[in-house]
C-alpha cells in the first residue's frame, strides 16, 4: 500500500487503490461525514469548517479507478474525472513527496501589521535561493505545487519594501534532504500564515488551526517599536492584547496532539535604534536570550504568565531588511524553528 504524509495534520494517507478524492467544485454539495466526525472530536464543528464533498471506493458516487501520467485518478459514475489526493483524517489535498517526510509544522501569529506574512516569506525566500543546492546537512527544494518559487520570491521582495502586503491562504511546504550520512532523511517544514484579513477573533482561531493539528512551533510576532512602547508607558491595555492572543493560542491546544513551543519573534529589528532609549537598550540585548526575556516580561506580565502552558519559549529577533544583507541570521532563525 502506497501512503503519503498530510502536511496539515501529519498522518499517513492510502494514495492507492482506496484513495479519497475531492470532487469537481461544481459537485452537489452535501454534509460530509468523515471531515464532520473529525472536525466534531476536536470541538470544531460549524460552518467555517464544512468541507466540498469527497469521493473514495465506498461514495455512492464511485464509478472507477484509473491512472493518467503514473498518478491515481477517480471516475465517477457521471463520468466525471478527479485527481486531488485528500487526506482521509483532515480532508485537505495530499501533496507530492510526503510519503515518507517526517513534517515539522509551525504557526505564525500576530497582530495586524506585526511581520507575520513578512517573517514567512523571508524564511521561505532564503530556501529558494538555495534551491537544489547542497551544503554538509541539507538540501532545501521548495514544494511548488503550493507555491511557485519565483512568485514567493516575488512577494518577500514586495513585502519588504512595503509595496504589496502579501496574504498566504495556502500553507508553504519546504523539504529538507539530509545528506550527512548515507541514510538520507526527507523532512517536510510547513509555515502557516494566520493573516488572512487578520480578524481578531474566534473565526481567525478556527480557520487557522485545524490545518496544524500537530504544530510543534507557535510563531508570536511582537513589532519592536510596540515593544518599546509598552517599556515606556507600561500600558495595561497592550498587556491584555498579548494576554488575549497567548490565550486563543492556547485554546486552540484542543486541535493539538502535542503542547507546543512558543516561539516568540520581536521583528522589524532593524528600526530599534530608531525608537527612543527603550529601543536602544533591546538593540544592546540582541544577543542576550535572557535579557530581552526579562525586558518582555516587564513589558508584557501576560508572557510571564501564560509561559507554563507552552511546553517551552524561546525568544528571537528578526528584521526582514537586515536580512536580505545577512542570510545567516535567517538561517540561524530557521533552524531554531525547525531544530
Do not use: W
Amino acid at each position: 500500500m502506497a501512503e503519503r504524509r498530510c502536511i496539515f495534520c501529519g498522518r499517513l494517507a492510502d494514495i492507492g487503490m482506496n484513495a479519497l478524492f475531492r470532487l469537481p467544485p461544481d459537485h452537489r454539495r452535501v454534509p460530509d461525514d468523515i471531515y464532520r466526525r473529525y472536525a466534531e472530536s476536536r470541538g470544531i464543528y460549524g460552518i467555517s469548517t464544512m468541507m466540498p464533498d469527497v469521493c473514495g471506493r465506498s461514495s455512492p458516487d464511485f464509478g472507477a479507478m484509473s491512472s493518467e501520467d503514473g498518478k491515481p485518478v477517480l471516475i465517477t459514475k457521471t463520468g466525471r474525472i478527479t485527481d486531488i489526493l485528500v487526506c482521509p483524517s483532515c480532508h485537505n489535498e495530499l501533496y507530492r513527496d510526503t510519503d515518507d517526510a517526517s513534517v515539522h509544522t509551525a504557526v505564525v501569529f500576530g497582530t495586524a501589521g506585526s511581520g507575520k506574512t513578512t517573517l514567512i516569506l523571508t524564511l521561505t525566500e532564503s530556501c529558494v535561493t538555495r534551491q537544489f543546492s547542497s551544503d554538509n546537512h541539507y538540501r532545501y527544494i521548495l514544494n511548488e505545487e503550493i507555491y511557485d518559487g519565483h512568485d514567493l520570491t516575488e512577494a518577500a521582495h514586495k513585502s519588504v519594501a512595503g509595496t504589496a502586503p502579501a496574504d498566504l491562504r495556502e500553507p508553504v511546504a519546504i523539504y529538507r534532504v539530509s545528506e550527512a550520512s548515507s541514510d538520507e532523511k526527507v523532512v517536510c517544514d510547513v509555515l502557516h500564515d494566520t493573516s488572512a484579513g487578520d480578524r481578531e477573533d474566534d473565526y481567525a482561531v478556527g480557520t487557522a488551526l485545524p490545518f496544524a493539528s500537530d504544530a510543534a512551533h507557535y510563531v508570536y510576532c511582537i513589532p519592536v517599536d510596540m515593544l518599546s512602547k509598552a517599556v515606556i508607558f507600561g500600558s495595561e491595555s497592550e498587556d491584555m492584547l498579548i494576554r488575549r492572543d497567548l490565550y486563543a493560542m492556547t485554546r486552540a491546544f484542543a486541535y493539538s496532539d502535542k503542547t507546543p513551543v512558543l516561539d516568540i519573534v520581536i521583528t522589524k529589528f532593524d528600526l530599534a535604534e530608531k525608537c527612543g532609549g527603550a529601543g536602544e537598550d533591546i538593540y544592546n540585548m540582541r544577543d542576550s536570550e535572557n535579557a530581552l526575556k526579562n525586558y518582555l516580561y516587564s513589558a508584557y506580565p501576560a508572557v510571564r504568565e501564560m509561559e507554563p502552558f507552552f511546553s517551552g519559549m524561546r525568544l528571537h529577533t528578526f528584521s526582514a531588511a537586515a536580512a536580505a544583507e545577512d542570510e545567516t541570521a535567517v538561517e540561524k532563525l530557521y533552524d531554531a524553528l525547525f531544530e
